[in-house]
């Protein structure tokens, strides 16, 4: 039984596999593979919602897709929320494009009589990618310090943008963005 569904922005390979090193350190230091476990893919989620029609959205995020170009990102910062599911992310230095775009999806959404809940919406939503999911509460230093030895920043590009459900993760579609050609 689904637990939700999420829209995601992909990453390039090279950014993607940064991403991922950091997930198998983490794993390999035995501290948590939980992100590897569930299947997931390195991404920045733009929404996520417990009730959603897919096929409502496959059409817009299409649409959506082919009307954005690849966008430059750079993570330079690790943090950590402060509630119990104890992650730890890697976070882009927020730009314009980024930030317009979670805008236009937001309003996109809106659209379609979607609603968007608080921590997505533009004025507060704080992008992200989690390196480190349901971490022991006495091994968060460690896996921090892990994070620290990533080298940031790191850069790349988003370049896809789709629909999962979860738990665990199955993508449902995802298209490039700035394709333009019908498939």
């Given at each position: 039984?689904?637990?939700g569904f999420a829209i995601?922005?992909?990453?390039?390979?090279?950014?993607?596999?940064?991403v991922?090193?950091?997930?198998?350190?983490?794993?390999?230091r035995?501290i948590?593979?939980?992100?590897?476990?569930?299947?997931?893919r390195p991404?920045?989620t733009l929404?996520s919602?417990s009730?959603l029609?897919p096929?409502k959205?496959?059409?817009?995020?299409?649409n959506?897709?082919s009307k954005?170009?690849?966008l430059p990102?750079?993570?330079?910062?690790?943090?950590?929320?402060p509630?119990?599911?104890?992650c730890?992310?890697?976070?882009?230095?927020?730009?314009?494009s980024?930030?317009?775009?979670?805008?236009?999806?937001c309003?996109e959404?809106?659209?379609?009589?979607?609603e968007?809940?608080?921590e997505?919406?533009?004025e507060?939503?704080?992008p992200?990618c989690?390196?480190a999911?349901?971490?022991p509460?006495?091994?968060?230093a460690?896996?921090?310090?892990v994070?620290?030895d990533?080298?940031?920043?790191?850069?790349?590009?988003a370049?896809d943008i789709?629909?999962v459900?979860?738990s665990p993760?199955?993508?449902?579609f995802?298209?490039s963005?700035?394709n333009s050609t019908?498939?």
């Amino acid at each position: 039984m689904s637990q939700g569904f999420a829209i995601e922005l992909y990453f390039d390979p090279a950014l993607e596999n940064q991403v991922l090193k950091a997930w198998n350190v983490l794993s390999l230091r035995q501290i948590t593979s939980q992100l590897i476990q569930i299947e997931s893919r390195p991404h920045i989620t733009l929404f996520s919602s417990s009730s959603l029609d897919p096929q409502k959205l496959e059409q817009l995020i299409k649409n959506f897709a082919s009307k954005k170009l690849p966008l430059p990102l750079t993570f330079s910062s690790v943090g950590s929320f402060p509630n119990a599911g104890n992650c730890l992310f890697v976070s882009p230095t927020p730009s314009l494009s980024l930030l317009q775009l979670q805008t236009h999806l937001c309003d996109e959404l809106k659209k379609l009589n979607i609603e968007i809940g608080q921590e997505y919406c533009t004025e507060s939503w704080v992008p992200h990618c989690i390196v480190a999911q349901d971490v022991p509460k006495n091994r968060m230093a460690e896996a921090f310090c892990v994070l620290r030895d990533l080298k940031l920043p790191i850069s790349g590009c988003a370049m896809d943008i789709g629909l999962v459900e979860f738990s665990p993760v199955r993508e449902l579609f995802s298209f490039s963005l700035g394709n333009s050609t019908e498939e």
